[in-house]
């Protein structure tokens, strides 16, 4: 069984620029979340997707925006990058979207770094 | 809103000793609560899921104990080690909803 796996691990961006993350779920899981955990703090829920639609959104701007393909994989992409935006992003693969008892599973995260 | 705060924010103890760390929460209306461990820079990983209908769950020397009526759950770590040394994260789950994160107590566990 293939565990959840991130790319890149570490980036760095310019302030302004976009990024895309990726994430591949771990096998025979369908929802992937996405966080986004500042230094010294718990990870912050950015967004769900669920069978390849948005399953729910935290308190994040719409240049925060993903996919889920048909693989269950996922992407993060973060549009005119802020400084603010440098942190680690963790995604999370489970099974049922948010209705389900299961538990969730973390990739190793990519570092990004806004300069 | 789900709030979670988790006390002590950080801690320092001589290999050996038990140690409880603390999670509470604000709506306790949950479907489950999980336990994570992050090392430092490094993905979270899961340690316990504890279903709203359990009241402890074990996997070796962690047993995590949960009071949903009173919004709270305890993680019991036996003989610590110092490879217990990390951040450790409590995550409830509100049906429908997604997982909320406390910010951690971070475990420093001393030879």
């Known amino acids: 069984e293939t565990g959840v796996t991130q790319s890149p691990t570490h980036l760095i961006k310019t302030r302004g620029q976009q990024v895309t993350l990726r994430c591949s779920s771990q096998s025979g899981h369908n929802t992937v979340s996405w966080y986004q955990q500042a230094l010294g703090q718990g990870p912050q829920f950015i967004f769900q997707y669920y069978r390849e639609e948005e399953n729910g959104r935290g308190n994040f701007p719409p240049r925060f925006s993903g996919l889920q393909f048909p693989n269950y994989s996922s992407e993060l992409n973060v549009n005119a990058l802020e400084l603010d935006d440098s942190a680690l992003y963790l995604c999370?693969?489970?099974?049922?979207?948010?209705?389900?008892?299961?538990?969730?599973?973390f990739g190793p995260g990519t570092r990004l770094t806004v300069t | 809103k789900q709030e979670v705060t988790q006390i002590p924010a950080a801690l320092s103890v001589p290999e050996g000793e038990n140690l409880v760390l603390n999670c509470s929460f604000t709506d306790s209306a949950i479907y489950n609560l999980q336990w994570f461990r992050q090392d430092p820079g490094k993905g979270l990983t899961s340690l316990l899921l504890?279903?709203?209908?359990?009241r402890e769950q074990t996997s070796g020397r962690l047993n995590a104990s949960l009071d949903k009526s009173s919004g709270r759950s305890t993680l019991y770590i036996a003989a610590s080690q110092p490879g217990d040394s990390a951040t450790y994260l409590c995550a409830p789950h509100n049906y429908g909803q997604n997982f909320v994160f406390g910010p951690g107590t971070r475990l420093s566990v001393l030879p």
């Open positions: 999370a693969s489970s099974f049922g979207g948010t209705s389900g008892m299961y538990e969730q599973y």
């Open positions: 504890i279903q709203s209908s359990q």
